[in-house]
């Protein structure tokens, strides 16, 4: 079935409503129990015009632009279509009215009411009534048969009459309801209707059923009934061309009926369930209209009326012929179309469809800053030849093939109008955060200063401006004899400007409250004929477009300053601090599509323009909505579907849309009202406006809070997540850079906050992607990476296995460290520099230093010696060696990726030599990425299961690996450090918990050669008693070297394994020894699992 | 313990409020609160919030419940059940009274919910009254009522406590084996 449900609106209040539609279709009517009628435009009408008739208003009918109404001071009134203005009482009762009808021709009204009686009074003289008596309760329904010689009447006493008009007698009565004492009780309101045209039929809602009776015989005739239906019929109307009826039950079930056939063709249930209580069908007969008890409006859109599916290609043959003619008919035609229509019926009211999306489309062009229907005339111009054209090509994309019967280009082809894509309306100039100027009480801006609202109702025309902060100033009350409609608030001055009259020129008003001379205002008259447009304030400047495409700039206090001419009319504008945003029409939009251009000028001290008039991205069919600044001083634009779009000044100027706020409205017809946006904390102010697009004044409304929310892929699932988190993360973070580049103090503790959770996703994104082995995504996250935390990356890539994937990092890790360096030899002093020369220096002896090793079969004595000369060869003065403390962590990171280019070599040349070299690494590797756990992946542990069953591990291991690292690192001047100075302080550092780079100093000299040296230091010193420590090492190192290749294996065998605890427990700490011993346990059985079995294999043999 | 008491109570219960002042989070033992922001609601304890109203520093956003259409079905409901209804806050009483004594201009339509609030009171303490009666009467040890709020029981107690205490006297001196003590 190609009927559509749109969703629901809110309409009224809660209680009975009741709907029609204007004679050409243009509106729906509602009524509620809120004593108010109204018009909409549309279903998407954000502005319905709202006529106030009474308390509550029972029922509604509308015919030649009458609008008659029951309401609850038991009148039966009349007001003027679409006007809304009151003309006159047709009717009293003693009690209210519950149904009042109009009519084939609208000459007569019926009024059924609870006082029993059923009146019949003509229009245009409402003092011929005719009165009908008989019923013995409450009457529910009237209907006046076509040819208007009979009136139906149900009521609660059960029966169901049929009255002559002319004798007032009745003619056929029916007991066929359920008794009710009133109204209220009365299981079903029970509609009637006569059949249009013919008046053969009547149309009764009985318990479950619908039954049809026939005018001439009063007999019944048929029932139509549906499996659906559980409860009561409520309501039943007939198509316009009487060949379907369409019933609304209790229960919410919507159904209509081909009655000759009796089939049922269509089943839709209220999306609620709740009672349907007023149903109308459009003119045309596509679409249906209907109410609910709660006061919800809803469309059934399509109703495409062709029997189900008989002869479907037969049909759409003859429906194209229909249709074709239909269009010339819609072209030449203009008030006898719906005669045609009728009178076509068969045929043609399939064809319908394409011809009457006309509402919504209206509606998504319509700007709600002002009264829609009276602008955007070119669409819902009476003229039907624009219509039919516009209409068509607005209509049938969207249809998209929902059924089969319209062919979208055949009878274009033949058309002679203009059929390419329709101009749309531009959008007219307002003030961000103020809503609609004609309201009589308005918001006239509200932005984070404070909200200025304006007056303008009988009593009074006045301006209240008030501040969120008390402390800016207090709040203000004028009178507006001015007429000012738009303004705008900053912390200095409130600006206010009104539009030229015949007689008054353009006026601009400022009230410079922070001013501190005793005249705190200024006006300004703008030359004749020019108006302002739009305004806004910055810091100490206030601008102004205006209507001869110009903007004015003034200072804060009244100077005039620059003008400048724009490329097209300004929508709106805005300021912070020196930026003004400007944003005008470049040009015209089509199809909906507003076509606008931003421009961003820098004011101030530092003038120049950073956005050039490029176009302002929006969604289809939607325009500009709100624009502003955040907080921090971000452009920021939302258009009508409620997307918020933020300027990305770190790619190029572009916009990022960060929220969508229609996806937390509950209903389709909510909005929200932007007031603020705030980029730290992430904050979207903005007012929760039920039904409608702004906030009334009264009662006030509540600011509501709205997070942000990136519109990435995917993010139910974790990735998805956190990326949207990182890059909304970036993209919010981007005002520090802005800020201080524009010589603002920043919260740089807010920044180092963000800075860090970049990091932290990232990292976690890492340990994710790792997860699910994507090794080459790993490293593009890497990249975004700082390379600090590069590191724990690579400690993290080791420590789950993937030698690939570290290697891989640690040249990322290298590349990121020489960039950072040379950035850093741009900035930092010449000592530093000889500091990081040295670095690289010794990275180059530290890969000599591994392929010497590769000939030197496993001689870690000998590597150690060389590594001594190294540190010896590469000393520096002392001062030195207090500098290099003080050099930042990021350069030993530096040092510590070394060992990865040397690990990935060693690896790779297949020759045994190499293995050691890279058990050592491995070893290393693993043991480092225990240490960042404490300190930035406690998170990502939790995150990562992986890292789990590895950790007791690396604990046993840390130490003892930590020294072969040092060992194959060579010498860095930390060893040098440490050579000295932890092997006589060493407990001390040794004991303290955090991993400090110190702590890995003191633990890096258990070397076979440190073991020792530790043995014969003092024979060293008792032999030449003037040695410095330096000379000591070198002493010993010579020393070393002449011992025996048998002795210095087993130094080392014992440095491994510690297997002189008695000394060890002098000098060290007992945890240490028990790790080194441990240690030994624990490689052997993890060092399978490693990436090459054959180191393993060798730590066995050489042990 | 007496009404006051229970309104100190009460006063611990949190409302939002929209400051007109900025001001960094606060610090106190019984929580942090904030930080305020001009025009935006934040919530803090009634006794803040009616000191900061005292100040004019803020406006009060009524709790959802302080709405005449809620209250009267929850009047309705009250004098439609025997027992007693749920309540929305379990001290409604206190805090209708302190936020409309004070802040009544920042609450639609203030006259209208004293009136229903004093009418669900009423009702509510009627139905107290009556189960009071029926306890004693019936000569009942125990009963159970749900639903009540401090200040319902607090009304109570005393009038109902000394009551049964002195029947339990005059009864006990009613049997023939107590009275010959006299």
Excluded at chain 1, 235 to 250: H, M
Aim: hydrophobic share 35%; proline share 6%.
């Amino acid at each position: 079935m190609p009927c559509e449900r749109k969703p629901m609106r809110y309409g009224h209040s809660e209680g009975h409503t009741d709907v029609c539609f204007d004679d050409e279709g243009k509106c729906i009517v509602t009524c509620g129990s809120d004593g108010d009628v109204r018009i909409w435009e549309s279903l998407d009408d954000d502005d319905p015009k709202s006529i106030n008739v009474g308390e509550k208003v029972y029922s509604v009918a509308l015919k030649n632009g009458k609008l008659v109404t029951a309401v609850s001071n038991n009148t039966v009134q009349i007001h003027t279509f679409p006007e809304g203005d009151p003309d006159g009482i047709l009717t009293r009762f003693t009690t209210n009215a519950n149904h009042v009808t109009f009519n084939s021709s609208g000459s007569r009204v019926a009024a059924g009411s609870s006082d029993f009686i059923v009146k019949i009074v003509e229009v245009v003289d409402s003092s011929q009534q005719k009165t009908l008596r008989g019923h013995d309760a409450p009457i529910l329904s009237v209907a006046l048969d076509p040819s208007d010689e009979f009136l139906a009447s149900s009521s609660c006493d059960g029966s169901v009459t049929v009255w002559s008009i002319e004798s007032q007698t009745q003619v056929a009565q029916w007991k066929i309801l359920q008794k009710s004492s009133d109204v209220s009780n009365a299981k079903s309101l029970c509609r009637l209707a006569w059949q249009p045209h013919s008046g053969k039929l009547l149309a009764v809602p009985v318990d479950l059923t619908v039954q049809l009776y026939d005018k001439n015989t009063w007999t019944h005739v048929s029932t139509l009934s549906d499996d659906l239906i559980t409860q009561v019929v409520n309501v039943v109307v007939w198509s316009p061309c009487g060949k379907f009826l369409a019933a609304g039950t209790v229960g919410g079930n919507l159904l209509i009926w081909d009655v000759e056939a009796k089939l049922c063709i269509e089943r839709q249930k209220h999306e609620k369930g709740f009672t349907v209580c007023g149903m109308a069908w459009h003119p045309s007969g596509v679409r249906i209209a209907y109410t609910d008890t709660e006061g919800c409006l809803g469309l059934l859109e399509g109703v495409s009326s062709s029997s189900p599916s008989s002869s479907s290609t037969v049909q759409s043959t003859k429906a194209t012929a229909a249709k074709e003619k239909n269009d010339y008919d819609d072209l030449f035609d203009e008030d006898d179309d719906r005669m045609l229509d009728e009178g076509m019926s068969d045929s043609r009211s399939p064809v319908k469809k394409p011809v009457m999306e006309e509402d919504d489309d209206d509606d998504d062009l319509m700007p709600a800053t002002g009264r829609p229907r009276n602008r955007g005339s070119f669409l819902d111009d009476d003229d039907n030849s624009q219509d039919a054209g516009s209409v068509k090509l607005d209509g049938v994309p969207e249809e998209d093939g929902s059924s089969a019967i319209l062919p979208a280009v055949g009878p274009a082809v033949s058309r002679p109008v203009y059929e390419g894509p329709m101009p749309t309306q531009p959008q007219r100039a307002f003030q961000p955060g103020s809503t609609p100027v004609h309201l009589m009480h308005r918001f006239m801006v509200w932005n984070s200063v404070g909200i200025v609202r304006g007056y303008n109702d009988d009593q009074d025309n006045a301006i209240d401006v008030e501040f969120h902060d008390t402390a800016v100033h207090h709040a203000m009350h004028l009178t507006n004899t001015l007429g000012h409609t738009m303004a705008d608030l900053s912390q200095e001055a409130v600006l206010l400007a009104c539009e030229g009259t015949d007689e008054l020129a353009s006026k601009i008003q400022c009230l410079h409250f922070s001013c501190w001379d005793t005249h705190k205002d200024w006006i300004v008259d703008l030359p004749k004929g020019e108006d302002v447009r739009a305004l806004c304030l910055g810091q100490g400047w206030a601008a102004v477009a205006t209507s001869a495409l110009m903007v004015r700039l003034f200072s804060i206090g009244g100077v005039q300053k620059e003008i400048f001419s724009l490329p097209g009319a300004a929508v709106c504008m805005a300021g912070h601090g020196e930026q003004l945003l400007i944003v005008y029409h470049r040009g015209t939009g089509f199809d909906g599509d507003q076509a606008l251009g931003v421009q961003l000028l820098q004011l101030g001290s530092k003038r120049r323009q950073v956005i050039h008039g490029e176009p302002l991205p929006l969604s289809r069919k939607s325009y500009l909505a709100w624009l502003g600044f955040t907080a921090e001083g971000t452009p920021c634009c939302i258009d009508s579907e409620g997307v918020v779009r933020m300027l990305n000044r770190t790619l190029g100027n572009t916009w990022t849309p960060v929220c969508n706020t229609r996806d937390s409205c509950k209903s389709r017809s909510d909005h929200y009202w932007v007031v603020g946006v705030h980029e730290n904390p992430q904050q979207l102010r903005c007012i929760p406006c039920k039904g409608s697009r702004f906030p009334p004044t009264l009662p006030r409304p509540a600011v509501a809070v709205l997070p942000f929310n990136l519109p990435y892929c995917q993010t139910t699932t974790e990735k998805g997540q956190m990326e949207e988190q990182y890059w909304r993360s970036m993209l919010f973070h981007n005002h520090f850079g802005f800020l201080s580049s524009s010589g603002y103090e920043i919260d740089s503790e807010g920044q180092s906050q963000a800075e860090k959770e970049q990091q932290e996703l990232l990292m976690k994104m890492f340990a994710l992607s790792c997860k699910l082995e994507r090794e080459f995504r790993c490293v593009e996250l890497a990249e975004m990476m700082t390379h600090s935390v590069v590191t724990l990356a690579i400690r993290y890539a080791s420590r789950s296995r993937r030698m690939a994937l570290a290697q891989r990092l640690s040249e990322l890790a290298l590349e990121k460290a020489n960039q950072f360096q040379e950035e850093e030899l741009e900035e930092e002093e010449p000592t530093y520099q000889r500091g990081s020369r040295q670095m690289s220096s010794r990275q180059a002896q530290v890969e000599n230093g591994c392929e010497e090793e590769e000939e030197e079969e496993e001689d870690y004595p000998q590597e150690e010696q060389m590594d001594a000369e190294e540190s010896t060869e590469t000393r520096m003065p002392s001062k030195y060696a207090s500098l290099l403390k003080c050099i930042k962590i990021t350069v030993f990171k530096e040092g510590r990726v070394n060992p990865f280019k040397v690990s990935g070599a060693g690896k790779s040349s297949s020759s045994p030599a190499g293995q050691p070299r890279t058990t050592n690494v491995l070893d290393s590797m693993t043991v480092s990425s225990r240490k960042p756990t404490p300190l930035g992946g406690t998170s990502k542990q939790g995150k990562a299961p992986v890292l789990k069953p590895l950790a007791p591990k690396p604990k046993s291991k840390t130490q003892a690996t930590l020294l072969q690292m040092s060992a194959s690192k060579g010498s860095s001047k930390k060893l040098e450090n440490s050579q000295t100075e932890a092997e006589k302080v060493k407990p001390a550092p040794a004991a303290t918990p955090p991993a400090s780079v110190e702590n890995v100093e003191n633990r890096k000299p258990k070397t076979g050669f440190q073991l020792w040296l530790e043995e014969n230091r003092k024979s060293i010193l008792t032999d030449n008693p003037d040695f410095k420590e330096m000379d000591v090492i070198k002493e010993g190192m010579g020393r070393f070297r002449t011992l025996s290749a048998e002795e210095r294996l087993n130094w080392t065998e014992k440095a491994k394994g510690d297997s002189d605890p008695k000394k060890r427990k002098r000098e060290d700490e007992e945890q240490l020894n028990e790790q080194m011993e441990s240690d030994e346990g624990s490689a052997k059985k993890k060092k399978p699992l490693d990436t090459s079995a054959k180191l393993s294999a060798f730590a066995f043999n050489k042990e | 313990m007496d009404p006051a008491e229970v309104e100190f109570l009460a006063e611990k219960e949190m409302v939002k409020i929209i400051p007109n002042f900025s001001l960094d989070k606060i610090y106190l033992i019984g929580g942090d609160l904030g930080p305020f922001n001009p025009g935006l609601p934040v919530e803090v304890p009634v006794w803040l919030a009616l000191n900061l109203k005292q100040r004019q520093k803020c406006r009060i956003v009524p709790p959802e419940w302080m709405d005449t259409d809620k209250l009267e079905e929850i009047r309705e409901q009250e004098r439609k059940l025997d027992t007693f209804t749920p309540i929305p806050s379990l001290y409604y009483m206190e805090l209708t009274k302190l936020l409309l004594n004070h802040s009544a201009d920042n609450i639609p339509k203030a006259d209208e919910i004293r009136t229903l609030v004093k009418d669900i009171w009423d009702t509510r303490v009627a139905k107290l009254r009556l189960s009071a009666d029926s306890f004693i009467s019936q000569q009942e040890a125990h009963a159970q009522l749900d639903n009540l709020t401090l200040m319902e029981i607090n009304t109570t107690r005393s009038f109902l406590l000394d009551s049964l205490n002195y029947m339990y006297k005059l009864r006990s001196n009613l049997q023939p084996g107590r009275s010959q003590d006299y």
